[in-house]
């Protein structure tokens, strides 16, 4: 071993580490860190340059149209029609992702001419596509023509089965019903659905005004009659006419009679 | 960076001493080998390797340090070559100026970087010629031809304790002076 020379070379190492020590670490971590930035950059600098080249020989040698732009699977088709008939079109059809889409990009939902987007769904007694709507915040009524009623239920009357008058009726409406709406169930809908309907609150009749059974005697639906007593019709009830016994009276078969009678005498 | 963070910091708490002992070795020079020591370290951990402690780590700055020195001699003399008439050396050295500057810090910067690296490899590391030879990827020959050299120079730091049995009478073979 040179004892000599190693003892030289730590007497100056001494002395060089004394300094190092004084500046500290921070001169050799930041030299650290601009190196491995340098090689970050580094890299991103073949990187870019081997893209683009890339890019061009795929341009240039297999002929791809650097203009055209990738294809985009674009899950529905909007035209350039006015939405809220793009819309209309969609639940017609039962396109529901068309639906949604529309929605998306803002369609007015308020109303189309007359009639709520809802009671179009009803149509076809199309619950999910009533869902849809519904959950966008699309109305059940055209206020300005059918100020309380709900439209959308109007139409289902008598379209569609009781399964659906349930799911879409609303217990929170139902007792806001006006007596077209009524009158037009007592016509239409059959037993199941009409039970539905007053189960939820529907009004068999106005005080003073009017009373389904008074329309059912009137039209010799007297199944009609016994069904709305059972429902809860009010026997004693006044009617624009007069008194309902009166009008059943008067225009009702004697089986519808005998029915209004006998409710007036176990109420 | 922050597991290097705390091995560079190990480091320096318990090895940089040697460190600067082997590039003062390796340069013939403190300010230069201070320099030798921090580039190694920048180069070494900005490689991004998994250095568990300072242990290992000095093993791979004492490589890197070896690779610099020997890099900064040969860029050296290619610029000597192409450049041969721009530089010109005064009659008075820098270095002989600086602090730490003595008889060893000049025999030391009379030697080639590769021969300074073989003395380094062979009588800091304690290597044999072989190991030595294997390290600087040359033949065995060419290191015992260093080590020749290098006790020529170095003969009143290396004679004194003489004992090596690389000191063999080494033919120097004609051919290109480099």
């Not at chain 1, 026997?235 to 007036?264: F, K, N």
């Not at chain 2, 890099?71 to 602090?99: K, Y």
Request: aromatic content about 4%; proline content about 4%; charged content about 25%.
């Amino acid at each position: 071993m040179m004892d000599q020379l190693t003892a030289a070379a730590a007497e100056h190492g001494a002395r060089m580490a004394a300094r190092l020590e004084a500046a500290g670490t921070a001169p050799a971590l930041a030299g650290i860190t601009r190196a491995r930035r340098r090689r970050v950059a580094g890299g991103a600098a073949i990187l870019i340059p081997a893209l683009a080249l890339g890019a061009w020989a795929v341009t240039t040698v297999v002929g791809a149209d650097p203009v055209e732009p990738a294809t985009t699977d674009t899950p529905v088709e909007i035209t350039e029609d006015p939405l809220d008939i793009q819309l209309s079109g969609a639940i017609g059809r039962g396109d529901y992702p068309t639906m949604q889409a529309l929605i998306d990009l803002g369609v007015y939902l308020d109303h189309q001419g007359n009639r709520p987007f809802t009671a179009t769904a009803m149509e076809n007694c199309d619950v999910t596509a009533f869902q849809i709507l519904e959950e966008a915040g699309a109305p059940r009524t055209v206020r300005e023509v059918w100020r309380y009623d709900d439209e959308a239920l109007r139409v289902a009357i008598g379209r569609c089965d009781s399964d659906v008058i349930a799911r879409i009726v609303d217990p929170v409406t139902a007792p806001r019903l006006s007596d077209t709406t009524m009158l037009q169930a007592v016509d239409k809908a059959d037993d199941a659905a009409l039970t539905v309907l007053v189960s939820a609150g529907a009004p068999l009749e106005g005080a003073g005004d009017w009373s389904t059974v008074a329309y059912a005697a009137l039209h010799g639906l007297d199944d009609r009659v016994d069904l709305l007593l059972d429902l809860g019709a009010d026997p004693d009830v006044t009617i624009d006419e007069g008194p309902l016994i009166d009008y059943v009276r008067e225009h009702g078969s004697a089986r519808a009679i005998a029915a209004v009678e006998a409710a007036r005498e176990a109420s | 960076m922050g597991d290097s963070t705390s091995v560079v910091e190990e480091l320096y708490r318990t090895a940089i001493p040697r460190l600067c002992a082997y590039g003062f070795l390796l340069t013939g020079s403190e300010s230069e080998g201070e320099e030798v020591v921090q580039a190694a370290i920048v180069k070494t951990f900005s490689r991004h390797r998994r250095l568990e402690d300072a242990a290992s780590a000095e093993a791979y700055v004492r490589a890197a340090m070896r690779t610099l020195v020997i890099d900064a001699g040969r860029r050296t003399t290619r610029w000597r070559r192409v450049m041969s008439s721009q530089v010109t050396l005064g009659d008075g050295r820098l270095e002989d100026q600086v602090a730490g500057e003595d008889e060893v810090a000049r025999a030391l910067r009379e030697l080639l970087p590769r021969v300074r690296v073989a003395v380094a490899l062979r009588y800091s590391d304690d290597l044999t010629t072989a190991e030595v030879a294997i390290r600087m990827g040359v033949t065995e020959g060419a290191v015992k031809k260093y080590l020749f050299t290098a006790r020529e120079r170095l003969g009143a730091w290396l004679q004194a304790t003489e004992t090596d049995s690389a000191g063999v009478a080494v033919r120097v073979a004609k051919g290109r002076a480099r």
